[in-house]
């Protein structure tokens, strides 16, 4: 009986299907997304699609014998069954190393050392190789020559400008005014550094206990009329002999300079008992005379005679033109020394090669006794980090919206049978690549478990975007724009039909969708085991004499069938 009925159906008209006054996205729009997908990605089967619906919209004409047959209307029919579906995401690629580096060298020389061999592991840092350095070792020591005597003319130049007091004491002369015009080589002041004098006389016949310090001395200085003072301020603890071999004691005398006694004077004294042994030089304090060492006005300067100076005070600044150009041009120097050291430094630290990063030597192209041209193509080994592999997958811009960071993706090789190895998405990249009319964007997966797994082989990745186990489902085609499906009329879920014109035979039911696949759409409701759907089929009568052409997208359906908008489930 169903048989014939549906026989009977073939030939029936099959009324247009009415458009929903509006229909929000659904699973029929899913199943069209699908579609475009299928334009995109999966030509082989978008051909297969494509005759299917240029068969059913179009007119079929036999031209023989002077006879034309209308193209006849079948519907598919399927069971409303349970199954598992998973929507996912699949792509291929090449895996690659976590990391890999290519070591060469831009210097040029012979290769002293090495110390390691191919298919070590090396550290971040370790030491590689060791290249003949020698040249590049006489040029630091030359920046750095270059560099000292560049920041000693800085220096100078600095001082020029801020002259300083080189002891401490007393200034004792004032040569300039604040204000005057000096140039290299004008003294600006004197400092003495201590304005007593000191003399260390010999006894003869005397012992060291017989003086004693703070002990009052009469002291006669060679060329001077009278006599000065003097005090004791140390006697020798041990006894000495003279040439003639008779014993002596020395004692220091200090007294005040008279002002006109330099070192060139000799003196003798009485102390006590005793009278020196002869002359004795006298001994002057220290002092300096502060001279500029530039050419300008000076200021700031405010010394009088009798103040106390101490070492490193400023004397004065010497203002002008020449003296800030020469501080000027020496900075330049040791900015341009320090430049030059800090290049010769990293020449040479560029003779000592050091793994860039931690992994496994996969190549070794050079090796200790070799002579190297130094550039970008002096490889010398190479260098992967295995710690765990990546590889990309292309995604289509209709999908790419559905991968995140941190989702699972399952990982097959041909090269590793019944193995499957868990990957995570690590970067979703939003630069596309357009080709073709179609865009896809990289999508990077890394792999921590790898065992089997080397870079360079090819595998297949799935991302699982969602699924569901033991649900209701259907052939996808059979979801209608609006949510709606075309079941048979004696289907249990046909008590819920829709008031709307069905063919015959047939009730649309609303139903409400879930996870979808390539072929199967879940149902959440509206549909029941025992349900059968049905989904438009087209197939052609044929003569067996008579040549076959397709007629436009466009035509009619024979039999009152409608276009794909029209009696097709789910028009487009």
Do not use: H
């Not at 006794?369 to 130094?374: F, L, P, R, T, W």
Request: aromatic fraction near 6%; charge should be negative.
């Amino acid at each position: 009986m169903r048989k014939e009925a549906n026989e009977q159906r073939l030939d029936a008209p099959v009324p247009a299907e009415p458009a929903p006054a509006s229909a929000a996205p659904s699973g029929r729009d899913r199943f069209r997304n699908g579609f475009r997908r299928l334009l995109k990605g999966k030509r082989r089967k978008f051909l297969a699609l494509l005759l299917v619906v240029a068969i059913a919209g179009g007119a079929v004409v036999w031209r023989g014998r002077g006879q034309t047959a209308a193209a006849v209307t079948e519907y598919q029919e399927a069971s409303v069954e349970r199954r598992s579906i998973t929507n996912s995401l699949s792509a291929s690629g090449t895996l690659e190393p976590a990391d890999s580096y290519t070591v060469n060298t831009l210097v040029s020389g012979e290769i002293l050392s090495d110390t390691f061999e191919k298919g070590d592991q090396v550290e971040e840092g370790q030491l590689l190789y060791t290249l003949d350095s020698s040249n590049a070792s006489s040029s630091l020591t030359q920046s750095q020559n270059s560099y000292s005597q560049a920041q000693s003319s800085y220096q100078q130049a600095v001082d020029a400008k801020y002259p300083e007091a080189d002891l401490s004491g007393t200034v004792t002369e004032v040569y300039v005014n604040e204000g005057d015009s000096v140039s290299a080589g004008t003294e600006l002041l004197k400092i003495v550094a201590d304005e007593n004098i000191y003399v260390d006389f010999s006894f003869t016949y005397a012992d060291s206990d017989d003086f004693y310090i703070g002990q009052t001395a009469t002291v006669f200085i060679d060329g001077f009329e009278g006599t000065l003072t003097g005090t004791v301020t140390a006697v020798s603890s041990s006894s000495a002999a003279v040439s003639t071999g008779v014993p002596l004691t020395t004692v220091r005398v200090r007294l005040t300079n008279p002002g006109l006694v330099t070192s060139d004077y000799t003196a003798s004294a009485v102390i006590g008992s005793y009278s020196s042994y002869g002359q004795a030089a006298v001994k002057v304090g220290a002092s300096s005379v502060i001279t500029s060492e530039a050419s300008g006005k000076v200021t700031g300067f405010d010394w009088l005679v009798g103040d106390s100076i101490s070492s490193g005070d400023r004397i004065c600044t010497i203002t002008g033109d020449s003296v800030d150009d020469s501080i000027e041009s020496a900075r330049i120097s040791v900015s341009n020394a320090a430049t030059s050291l800090e290049s010769a430094q990293e020449n040479l630290e560029d003779y000592s090669i050091t793994a860039p990063i931690s992994g496994t030597v996969v190549t070794k192209t050079a090796k200790a006794g070799d002579n190297i041209e130094g550039g970008s193509d002096s490889t010398l080994c190479v260098i992967y980090d295995l710690s765990y592999l990546e590889m990309t997958m292309s995604i289509d811009e209709l999908d790419i919206s559905s991968v995140e960071v941190g989702q699972e993706v399952q990982i097959t090789a041909d090269a590793v049978e019944g193995q499957t190895y868990t990957g995570v998405v690590t970067e979703v990249s939003v630069a596309g690549t357009t080709s073709g009319g179609i865009t896809t964007y990289p999508v990077t997966v890394r792999i921590d478990e790898t065992d089997g797994l080397l870079p360079g082989m090819n595998v297949d990745a799935e991302i699982v975007i969602s699924s569901a186990d033991d649900v209701l489902a259907i052939p996808a085609s059979a979801v209608n724009r609006g949510d709606t499906v075309l079941i048979t009329a004696d289907s249990p879920s046909a008590a819920n039909a829709l008031d709307q014109e069905a063919p015959e035979g047939y009730v649309y039911v609303a139903v409400e969708t879930g996870v979808s696949d390539d072929s199967y759409i879940e149902i959440l409701s509206g549909l029941q085991e025992g349900d059968t759907v049905a989904y438009l089929q087209a197939a052609s009568s044929s003569s067996s004499d008579n040549a076959m052409m397709m007629g436009g997208m466009g035509g009619g359906m024979p039999g009152g069938g409608g276009g794909m908008g029209g009696g097709m489930p789910g028009g487009f």
